[in-house]
């Protein structure tokens, strides 16, 4: 029996078949599950329409979810003589119920199989990444409550500016957050519609029935147009990395922060001792590595958009075997930028924060502005006070006032912490995981 869904009377020249299958065996073991996920529910839409008989269909059921489970186990392989997962499944099936297994790709093609396969595994993935997410901003809302009443300098041009805290930089990390969430539900709304039934990109002369294998995988909608359904890929993934790109550039900037605020010429926070490192020759080295590779591995991430987009922006319509290798940077991406997320919870759940900064005299040009604005708001002309309080600094005579009042909304006084986490609750309240993990226990429940 031929390993190829398409092979037929001769056989392709080796290196050829080296060059093309590439890393799809290896890759192809992120989608495994899910390929398995989306042959249940083809195969009960082929049932529904007259493709299969019911005991038929019980069968194949029953089979399909002994690999699911091989998938969940990790004992899930593909063969070296087979090309790619779907071949590997449909082998299987046929090895074990004979002609049944052969029926199972009516209807459908490679094209939209890997479609619903990457878009179920992304759709799974973004609820990893979004679970972490939350961690992390929790973790952050609740430093920044802790911490709202300790000041620290603020910076622009890497020059000391302006009094600032430790809940406002915590707080504004964790609001940094709220808007990746967004683009997160944009890409999330993109992933979570069924491109199965577009085929090759052209539908099919059976009459299947979408809609069903819609609301059995808990997809929100379909990819209608068939021709869309298939330029869609590339698409999906350049948006969704776009979304990831925008959380990894929140933790890069927040990563380089704790590195700087960490070394001993600012000492303005000290992290746990176990997540740091030594060097091999200087005994007093405590590194921030871990920060250091957060760093690292989110600017890599932050350029996944781009890669995906110089893959497939110059391709015209219908399939190409480019898109391939869209799944070596996007597959891996999704765990890379879960560790980063889970990395940096645990350190800042542990961070500590000097509560003293400020004690240091180099610091107390910061609360100029603040006696400008209180000259100002005793009559003084605003560029009067300016000047008057400039050439104290200048003489050395200037004597801060450390006892600030700020009030607005999103000041150190008013940190907004509970509108802030209001935001982040009303986003994630729209991606209804519920649905979705319903729709994929009812499916394997029908499958026992």
């Known amino acids: 029996m031929a390993n190829k869904l398409w092979e037929k009377n001769f056989e392709v020249n080796k290196e050829i078949e080296r060059f093309t299958v590439g890393h799809d065996r290896e890759l192809d073991l992120y989608l495994a599950k899910y390929d398995v996920i989306g042959s249940m529910a083809h195969i009960t839409m082929l049932e529904s329409i007259?493709?299969?008989?019911?005991?038929?269909?019980?069968?194949?059921?029953?089979?399909?979810?002994?690999?699911?489970?091989?998938?969940?186990?990790?004992?899930?392989?593909?063969?070296?003589?087979?090309?790619?997962?779907?071949?590997?499944?449909?082998?299987?099936?046929?090895?074990?119920?004979?002609?049944?297994?052969?029926?199972?790709?009516?209807?459908?093609?490679?094209?939209?199989?890997?479609?619903?396969?990457?878009?179920?595994?992304?759709?799974?993935?973004?609820?990893?990444?979004?679970?972490?997410?939350?961690?992390?901003?929790?973790?952050?809302?609740?430093?920044?409550?802790?911490?709202?009443?300790?000041?620290?300098?603020?910076?622009?041009?890497?020059?000391?500016?302006?009094?600032?805290?430790?809940?406002?930089?915590?707080?504004?990390?964790?609001e940094s957050l709220v808007d990746d969430m967004y683009y997160l539900l944009a890409a999330w709304k993109i992933t979570n519609r069924n491109p199965l039934g577009s085929a090759a990109g052209y539908g099919s002369s059976f009459p299947l029935n979408r809609q069903m294998t819609t609301d059995l995988l808990g997809f929100d909608s379909l990819d209608y147009n068939v021709v869309y359904a298939q330029m869609g890929r590339g698409?999906?993934?350049?948006?969704?990395?776009?979304?990831?790109?925008?959380?990894?550039?929140?933790?890069?900037?927040?990563?380089?922060?704790?590195?700087?605020?960490?070394?001993?010429?600012?000492?303005?926070?000290?992290?746990?001792?176990?997540?740091?490192?030594?060097?091999?020759?200087?005994?007093?080295?405590?590194?921030?590595?871990?920060?250091?590779?957060?760093?690292?591995?989110?600017?890599?991430?932050?350029?996944?958009?781009?890669?995906?987009?110089?893959?497939?922006?110059?391709?015209?319509?219908g399939y190409f075997r480019d898109l391939q290798i869209i799944k070596e940077v996007f597959l891996p991406a999704f765990k890379e930028l879960e560790d980063c997320l889970q990395m940096t919870a645990y350190i800042i759940n542990k961070m500590e924060v000097n509560e003293s900064i400020l004690d240091d005299k180099k610091y107390d040009p910061i609360f100029s502005v603040e006696e400008v604005n209180d000259l100002a708001s005793h009559g003084m002309p605003f560029r009067d006070a300016y000047k008057t309080v400039g050439l104290e600094i200048e003489a050395g005579t200037f004597k801060p006032n450390k006892d600030i009042h700020h009030t607005h909304e999103g000041s150190i006084g008013n940190l907004c912490n509970d509108k802030i986490s209001a935001l982040m609750s009303n986003t994630l309240s729209q991606f209804h995981f519920d649905y979705v993990a319903n729709a994929i226990e009812s499916l394997l429940n029908s499958c026992k």
Request: charged share 25%.
């Open 50 to 174: 007259g493709l299969l008989t019911k005991e038929e269909l019980k069968k194949l059921l029953k089979e399909l979810y002994h690999i699911y489970e091989q998938c969940e186990k990790g004992e899930f392989i593909i063969e070296p003589d087979v090309e790619d997962v779907h071949s590997q499944v449909e082998v299987m099936l046929t090895r074990k119920l004979g002609d049944i297994g052969k029926k199972i790709h009516s209807g459908r093609s490679r094209n939209d199989q890997v479609l619903l396969d990457l878009k179920l595994f992304t759709r799974h993935e973004l609820i990893e990444v979004i679970d972490h997410i939350r961690i992390l901003f929790n973790e952050l809302i609740q430093k920044s409550n802790q911490y709202r009443n300790v000041l620290m300098p603020g910076y622009t041009h890497l020059q000391i500016a302006m009094p600032s805290s430790f809940g406002l930089w915590f707080g504004a990390y964790a």
């Open 235 to 317: 698409k999906m993934e350049r948006n969704v990395a776009f979304s990831l790109a925008s959380v990894a550039g929140t933790l890069a900037k927040m990563a380089f922060d704790a590195c700087l605020f960490n070394c001993q010429n600012f000492n303005f926070i000290k992290l746990p001792k176990e997540c740091t490192t030594g060097s091999s020759i200087m005994p007093h080295k405590k590194n921030p590595d871990v920060f250091e590779l957060i760093r690292a591995k989110c600017n890599k991430i932050q350029s996944l958009p781009q890669q995906v987009m110089l893959i497939m922006n110059n391709l015209p319509v």
